[in-house]
Nanobody, 118 residues
Framework: QVQLVESGGGLVQAGGSLRLSCVAS????????MGWYRQAPGKQREFVAN???????TYADSVKGRFTISRDNAKNTIYLQMDSLKPEDTAVYYC????????????WGQGTQVTVSS
């Protein structure tokens, strides 16, 4: 399977920006989807954005127009550019990779903390 390592989290004031990175290693062949999820204290993990090979990116309504996901295949890395951050964006952000078949599996990173102060 694939191993994922996130970085780039931190503390930022409301209205600021951060860029998260997720580097994939291991059996990266055949990964169809990579994306970002987040989990705030006391809440369930929720979808933020993903990028699927051959398709356009998808975003949660709460981040549309503020967050941008991108993928650098040469570096086996995806990024999440987060602009106009709000206190409600505070969460641990997790990277996910998924292969849909042959065999199918999904992998998660360890997470990176993003804290937005008001």
């Amino acid at each position: 399977q694939v191993q994922l390592v996130e970085s780039g989290g931190g503390l930022v004031q409301a209205g600021g920006s951060l860029r998260l990175s997720c580097v994939a290693s291991g059996s990266i062949f055949g990964i169809n989807m990579m994306g970002w999820y987040r989990q705030a204290p006391g809440k369930q993990r929720e979808f933020v954005a993903n990028t699927i090979l051959g398709a356009s990116a998808t975003y949660a309504d709460s981040v549309k127009g503020r967050f941008t996901i991108s993928r650098d295949n040469a570096k086996n890395t995806i990024y999440l550019q987060m602009d106009s951050l709000k206190p409600e964006d505070t969460a641990v952000y997790y990277c996910k990779a998924q292969r849909f078949s042959g065999p199918s599996y999904e992998s998660w990173g360890q997470g990176t903390q993003v804290t937005v102060s008001s």
